[in-house]
C-alpha cells in the first residue's frame, strides 16, 4: 500500500507541475510576482496532494518569527526532501533561490525560474563565486526580497550533524542582512533520493531572526544550534 500511494503521489505530483507550468504561460512576459505566485500555487497544490494520498501532513510553527511584511532577510533552512522547496515560497510574499544553474537549463521550469529572478549559480566553482553572489544577494535585498539559502549545499539526511558551508556566514557578514534559521524534519517520511513517502506530520519551523552584526564565529554556532532538527509530537 506504502508503494501504492507513493506511486499514485508521484505520477499526479509530476503530472500538476506540467499542468501548472502549460496554464502559466502568459506570466512568462509579466512581472515576476506572477511567476512567484505560480510557485507558490504549485507548493499549495503539492502539500494538498501529499496530504490526501500518502497521508503526510504539515505542521508550522514559529510563524510569528517571520516579519509580517517580509523584507530583506537570507532565509537559511534545513534541505531534506524536494518537500522543502515547494513549501518555503508559501509563507514569503518576494522571495528568490540560491540553486544550481542546471535548474535553470530545464525548459519551462528553468523559463520561470528566470522569470521569477532566482539565483542560479555553477557549485563547481565554490569560493570563487561569493564576490558575485554577495553582489545578487545586494541587488535583491535593495528590492526588500526574501533570499532562501540551503546553507549544507544539498539535501541531507534528517538527524544528521549540522554541515553549514562557508557560504552563509559570508552573505551575512557581507550584506548585513538579519538570518532568519528554519528547521524541519520532512527528511523522516520523503527522505532524499526516496521514492517512498511515509505518512505522519512533517514539521517545518522559523526560528527567532538573527540580527545583523554578530562575529562570524558567534553567527555561526547561533545558527546552528538554532537549526537543530523540531521536537515531533
Not at 511584511?69 to 522547496?85: E, Y
Not at 524541519?184 to 512533517?202: D, K, V
Request: hydrophobic content about 45%.
Amino acid at each position: 500500500m506504502l508503494f501504492l500511494r507513493s506511486l499514485v503521489f508521484q505520477v499526479l505530483f509530476w503530472a500538476n507541475t506540467i499542468l501548472l507550468m502549460v496554464i502559466w504561460l502568459p506570466g512568462l512576459v509579466m512581472r515576476r510576482q506572477v511567476s512567484m505566485e505560480l510557485g507558490r500555487t504549485w507548493g499549495r497544490t503539492s502539500l494538498w496532494l501529499v496530504e490526501k494520498i500518502c497521508g503526510l501532513k504539515i505542521e508550522w510553527r514559529g510563524l510569528e518569527n517571520i516579519p509580517p511584511n517580509g523584507g530583506a532577510m537570507i532565509v537559511a533552512s534545513k534541505h531534506q526532501s524536494i518537500w522543502d522547496t515547494f513549501v518555503l515560497p508559501i509563507r514569503f510574499p518576494d522571495f528568490s533561490y540560491i540553486l544550481k544553474r542546471e535548474l535553470v537549463m530545464i525548459p519551462f521550469f528553468g523559463w520561470y525560474l528566470l522569470a521569477a529572478e532566482q539565483v542560479g549559480i555553477n557549485r563547481a566553482k565554490g569560493g570563487k563565486l561569493l564576490p558575485q553572489l554577495v553582489e545578487k544577494a545586494k541587488h535583491i535585498f535593495a528590492q526588500g526580497r526574501q533570499l532562501f539559502i540551503f546553507p549544507e549545499g544539498t539535501r541531507r539526511p534528517a538527524g544528521a550533524p549540522p554541515a553549514y558551508k562557508f557560504g552563509i556566514a559570508h552573505l551575512y557578514a557581507a550584506t548585513g542582512a538579519p538570518v532568519l534559521p528554519v528547521a524541519l524534519n520532512a527528511g523522516l517520511f520523503w527522505p532524499r533520493r526516496s521514492f517512498l513517502i511515509r505518512p505522519g506530520t512533517a514539521t517545518i519551523e522559523f526560528l527567532p531572526l538573527i540580527p545583523p552584526g554578530l562575529p562570524p564565529r558567534a553567527f555561526s554556532r547561533r545558527c546552528s544550534r538554532r537549526s537543530r532538527p523540531p521536537r515531533t509530537g
